[in-house]
C-alpha cells in the first residue's frame, strides 16, 4: 500500500543486484565463511553497502532513529573503513531481517546506548571488506598487485603510475566477489588515520527536522483510511466487563466499537470524532491484581521492607563478605531514599499505521523493538512473519517506552477488525493511563567505617516493582536466576575502593505496568550511593571531592571528577548558593563503562521550599566519541531529563490506575527553570561507550550533595518537591 508521502522502497532484489551499481552482502557477527554462506541465501542476504556508477554511496543502517544520531553515527563508521567521501553517501534505513540484528542484543532492538558500541566492529569490518572488494576490483582492471593500491576519499589510487579509478567507475564495471574478503582486527584503520570519526560531521537529519519535513507515524496517511484509538484498561491485566457500545455507535462518525481482552477500541472517520465518542465511553472493568495498589501506602511498605532483615532477596551483586564487615566496623552509617513512579513523558503520543489483508500486513509505525512489532503484527493477523511489511519510522521521543509495541498490535487489531487500514492515535491522557512507569523504589544502604572513615562493607538494598517478567516474559527471569538486570542496572559501586559489597533485590510486585526509563536503573539506583558518598564525606569530615578520589581507584573515574571540579571551580567559595557533585558510570563489564562528574550549583528558598539550580556541569568519558558534539547535545539532554525527574516529575497509583492525566499535573521541568549547562567530552580510550543516557544518574545526587553542602540537611527522596524540601529543612 502506498502512503501519502514518498518513502524509498527497499527489497532483497535490490540489495543483491544493485541498479547500475556494486552491492555488497554482510550479515553482521558471521565469520567470513558464514557471510559467503549467507550471501549465497537469497532469504537471509541483506546489503549494507551499495555504489552506483555515478558514485553515490548508499549505506543501510540497521540502527533505530529516535533522534540520538545513529543513522548518522553507525554509517559514518562503515564510511570511515570504506574510505568513502561523505559528501556522497546516502543514508537509507533497514527493513526487518535477520542480518540487520544487533549484534549483543540479538534482535532488531535500540535500547540500553548499546548501538554503537554493538555495531562498532562489525560496522568497520563491513567498511573495509568493501573497501577491500574495491581495491581488488581496480587491481583487476589497472593489470597491478592489490598491494600496490591505496584510497583517497571515494578513489582508489595507484601511486607509482599516478592512476586512480573513482569509487562509482569501479561499481559500473565490478561484480561482488561470492566469497568476501576476511578482515582481522589489524587490517582495519589505526584510530589516529580517522577523518570522519572523532570530528564533528553534520547529522543527516538536521535539516528535515529543522524544516519540519521528518515524518512520523502520526503524519502517515494511505487511501480509505480510518482513525483510531484503544482505550486501556487503567490497571494492568484489567479489561473491559462492560462497555455502552451501541450508544458510541450511534455517534458521528463512528464505524466500530470493539471489545478486546485489555481494552476497548473505537473506529471512526476522524480522530476527532473517535476523541468524542472516546469521551462518552462507559465502562466498567475488571478487577485484576493490582486493582487495590496505593502508591503512597505501598511506598511506606517499601520502607518497612528494606528495614527487614527477614525479607526475601535476590543478590544481585556479592563481593567479599558485607555482612561481617558491616558487623565488625568501627562504625556504621546508614540511610534510606525512596523515588517515585516515572512516566516517559515523550512528545509523540503511541501512534501507528495498520493495514491487515489476506496477504499480509503493513505497518507505519516508530518502535525501539522492530523485531518484536513485526512478529506480534505477524501473530494478531495468523500470518508468518515474512508477511508483514514494517516501515520504521522517526520516533518522537522513545527513552524506553517505545520497547512495548502494544500500540502497533492494537492497531492490527482494529485493522483486522474493521477490513480497512487504521491510524490508531492514542490521547495523552490514554498515554499517561497506560504508563509504562519506572518503578517506584525505597533503598537502603548500610555502610562499614574503619577507624579512618573509609568504608570496608557496603550493603544495598533495593524494594522495586520487577520489568524484566513484563517486557521480556518470564522465562528471561528465570534464565537469569531472579535477578531483574534493568532494575538493579547502577545498583553497585565498582570503582569505589571496597572491599566488601552485596546487593540485594527485594521483589515488590504491585501490578504496576513497568519498563526502563532513561538511564535504565541507574536513574533511581546511582542517587542513594552518591548521597552516601557525601554523607561518608561527611562524617569523615572531609572534603567530599577529596574524599571521592580517596576512594576511586581507576584512573579514568579520577579523572572526570577532577575535572569537573575545574570545570566549575569547586572551591571557590559561593554567597547564596552552595555546589554538589556525583560520579556516575553507565554500562556493563562485558562492553566497558563510561563515566561522567556532575556538579549542581543551587539555591533554596526556604519560605516556599523551591530548590533552583543554577548550573550543571558535567565531565563525560566515553572512550572515542564518533561524534563529539552530537554527543554532548546528548549528554546535556540527559542532565536536563535527570533534572525534570529530581525536581518535579512523580506519577502516583490509585486503586491501581495512575492518578495524573496530562502535563497540568504530570509537571516536567519548563524552559524557564532550566540552568546554564556546561559539558566537556574526555575522549580515553579507541572504542565507543554508551553515551545516549550518560548524562542522567549523576544529576540528582549532586542536587541532593548542593542541598547537604548548603544547608547540613539530607534529600532523600525524589522528587525533591517544595514540600519535601520544606520537610527536609525541618
Known sequence: MTATFTKPEISRRGFMAGSAGLSFAFAFGLDATSQSQAQAASN??????????????????????????????????????????????????????DAYNHPILRTQMVVASLTLRGFWMPARIAGAQARQVLIDAAATRLNVPAGELTT??????????????????????????????EIKPDQLK????????GKDVQRIDIADKSTGAVLYAIDVTVPDMLYGTMVPAAVRDSGPASINAEDLKKMPGIAGVFSFDHGVGIVGAS???????????????????GSKTNSDEALKEYIAHVNDPAQKVVAFRNVGDAQAAIASAAKTLSGV?????LYHAQMEPMACVASVTGDGVELWCGTQWSTMARDQAAKIAGLAPDKVKLNQMQMGGGFGRRAFVEYAVDAVHLSKATGKPVKLIAS??????????RPMTAQKIEVGLDTNGKPVGWRHRLAADTIVPFLYGQPRMDAQKGVDHIVTHGADAPFYDIPAQLGEHIYEERGARTSSWRGIGSGHNNFPIEAM?????????????????????????????????????FKRKREGTALGIAFAKYGLPPIGYSMTGTVAEISVDRASGKLKVHNLWCAADVGLPIQPRNLAAQIEGGLLFGLSAALKERATLKGGAVEQHNFNDYEILRLSETPAVHVEIIRSGEIPLPGGELGLPGVAPAIANAFLALTGHKLRNLPFTPDRVKGALA
Open 428 to 437: 495523552r491522557e490514554d498515554d499517561i493511563a497506560n504508563a509504562r512507569l
Open 533 to 569: 558518598i557525601d554523607e561518608l564525606a561527611l562524617a569523615a569530615n572531609a572534603n567530599p571531592v577529596e574524599y571521592r578520589l580517596s576512594l576511586l581507584k581507576d584512573a579514568r573515574a579520577k579523572k572526570v571528577i577532577e575535572r569537573v571540579a575545574e570545570m566549575a571551580e
Open 190 to 197: 589505526p584510530v589516529a588515520s580517522f577523518r570522519l570519526i
Open 337 to 341: 531514599f525512596t523515588t517515585d513512579y
Open 271 to 289: 480522530i476527532a470524532q473517535v476523541f468524542a465518542a472516546r469521551q462518552a465511553l462507559k465502562a466498567q472493568w475488571r478487577d485484576a491484581p
Open 44 to 97: 537471509t542476504i541483506n546489503a549494507f553497502v551499495r555504489i552506483a556508477a555515478d558514485g553515490t554511496v548508499t549505506i543501510i543502517s540497521p540502527a533505530l532513529e529516535m533522534g540520538q544520531g545513529v543513522n548518522t553515527s553507525l554509517p559514518l563508521i562503515i564510511a570511515e573503513e570504506l574510505d568513502a567521501d561523505w559528501s556522497k553517501v546516502k543514508v537509507e534505513s533497514a527493513p526487518v531481517a
Open 152 to 181: 583517497e576519499p571515494s578513489f582508489v589510487v595507484h601511486k607509482a603510475s599516478n592512476r586512480r579509478l573513482s569509487y562509482g567507475e569501479i561499481a559500473a564495471s565490478a561484480k561482488a566477489p561470492e566469497k568476501l574478503p
